[in-house]
């Protein structure tokens, strides 16, 4: 068997060596790993920021989205030197014992941090809710909403609205993103000290449920499919510490590869007023586009900062 065949390339001086580059990874739309990895670079300068510090998981498509895939939540051990992690502890049932483990989560820095990672054909990155300057503080609620067919992207909106409507009822301000896969999420950022993950989780479900009542052919906060039909799931369980959520700017493993992609609320609110659920939905080359004419959407997501209501 022939060894891969392998091109060296600089990335924020970093070396790194990359390999089968010519490997297709989208097969509907022949998209090869050269593709994926050059997203990647072209968008670190907007997504970095939004993953840094952050405990990362890998979801990895060797042979592309319609092959195997795994979630990896170890970093790597042949990461580059220059490649940090986090550690974290992890309590887990294995042959009928409670065992707990060490994982050492990988921490996202730079453009080169990106490209190697997507050179392991890592194409979906799930950030955890937190950073390690404070494992148990999340740093913002996520309302992940998940349509139930037929519902689709359409119904999401009109809950986000919903859910944007209440928030703004309590002064929260919030800003949503597709998830680049079928539903839509909802980041209300914090970004201050004392907030923990019961607090976050707390809040989500009771809006959700507040919700629920008020829209009951509409939301459900159930986790069970039976459920789901024609109505949108509103994932109050992301809210935990052991949970993450696809980043921001993350490429997806569809039939076309499509990101979780930032939106304008006069975006969503057009979506629902045309019944027009693809205009809702955008790939790699979309997205890079975007930020070119847009910046990063996303952005205030870092740096407000909010404070949940009491009790």
Same mark, same amino acid.
């Given at each position: 068997?022939?060894?891969?065949?392998?091109?060296?390339?600089?990335?924020?001086?970093?070396?790194?060596?990359?390999?089968?580059?010519?490997?297709?990874?989208?097969?509907?739309?022949?998209?090869?790993?050269?593709?994926?990895?050059?997203?990647?670079?072209?968008?670190?300068?907007?997504?970095? +920021?939004?993953?840094?510090?952050? +405990?990362?998981?890998?979801?990895?498509?060797?042979?592309?989205?319609?092959?195997?895939?795994?979630?990896?939540?170890?970093?790597?051990?042949?990461?580059?030197?220059?490649?940090?992690?986090?550690?974290?502890?992890?309590?887990? !049932?294995?042959?009928?014992?409670?065992? $707990?483990?060490?994982?050492?989560?990988?921490?996202?820095?730079?453009?080169?941090?990106?490209?190697?990672?997507?050179?392991?054909? /890592?194409?979906?990155?799930?950030?955890?809710?937190?950073?390690?300057? =404070?494992?148990?503080?999340?740093?913002?609620?996520?309302?992940?909403?998940?349509?139930?067919?037929?519902? @689709?992207?359409?119904?999401?909106?009109?809950? /986000?609205?919903?859910?944007?409507?209440?928030?703004?009822?309590? @002064?929260? #301000?919030?800003?949503?993103? $597709?998830?680049?896969?079928?539903?839509?999420?909802?980041?209300?950022?914090?970004?201050?000290?004392?907030?923990?993950? =019961? @607090?976050?989780?707390?809040?989500?479900?009771?809006?959700? #449920?507040?919700?629920? !009542?008020?829209?009951? @052919?509409?939301?459900?906060?159930?986790?069970?499919?039976?459920?789901?039909?024609?109505?949108?799931?509103?994932?109050?369980?992301?809210?935990?510490?052991?949970?993450?959520?696809?980043?921001?700017?993350?490429?997806? /493993?569809?039939?076309?590869?499509?990101?979780?992609?930032?939106?304008?609320?006069?975006?969503?609110?057009?979506?629902?007023? /045309?019944? =027009?659920?693809?205009?809702?939905?955008? =790939?790699?080359?979309?997205?890079?586009?975007?930020?070119?004419?847009?910046?990063?959407?996303?952005?205030?997501?870092?740096?407000?900062? #909010?404070?949940?209501?009491?009790?």
């Amino acid at each position: 068997m022939s060894a891969a065949r392998r091109t060296l390339v600089e990335v924020d001086g970093r070396e790194l060596s990359l390999s089968n580059l010519d490997k297709v990874m989208y097969p509907e739309v022949g998209f090869t790993k050269a593709e994926v990895i050059d997203y990647y670079r072209r968008i670190a300068p907007v997504m970095v +920021p939004h993953l840094e510090g952050r +405990p990362i998981t890998l979801v990895r498509f060797p042979d592309g989205v319609e092959g195997q895939h795994f979630f990896e939540k170890n970093c790597p051990s042949h990461r580059p030197p220059w490649f940090r992690t986090v550690d974290i502890e992890s309590t887990g !049932r294995r042959s009928g014992r409670n065992r $707990t483990e060490l994982i050492h989560y990988c921490l996202i820095e730079s453009g080169a941090h990106l490209v190697w990672t997507a050179n392991m054909a /890592a194409l979906e990155l799930h950030p955890g809710l937190q950073t390690e300057e =404070d494992l148990g503080r999340p740093t913002y609620v996520v309302f992940d909403l998940d349509p139930g067919a037929p519902a @689709d992207e359409v119904t999401c909106a009109e809950v /986000a609205v919903m859910i944007r409507s209440t928030l703004e009822d309590l @002064d929260l #301000q919030s800003w949503v993103k $597709t998830s680049g896969s079928k539903g839509l999420q909802l980041y209300v950022p914090l970004n201050r000290d004392g907030v923990t993950f =019961d @607090d976050t989780r707390d809040f989500a479900l009771a809006l959700g #449920q507040l919700l629920e !009542r008020t829209h009951p @052919d509409l939301v459900t906060t159930n986790m069970a499919k039976e459920h789901r039909p024609g109505k949108v799931f509103v994932d109050w369980s992301q809210n935990t510490f052991s949970k993450t959520t696809v980043a921001v700017y993350s490429m997806r /493993a569809r039939a076309r590869p499509t990101v979780s992609t930032p939106l304008e609320w006069g975006e969503v609110e057009a979506a629902i007023e /045309a019944g =027009d659920a693809s205009s809702l939905r955008f =790939d790699a080359h979309q997205v890079l586009e975007r930020v070119e004419q847009r910046g990063d959407l996303f952005e205030p997501v870092r740096t407000v900062s #909010q404070r949940l209501p009491a009790g």
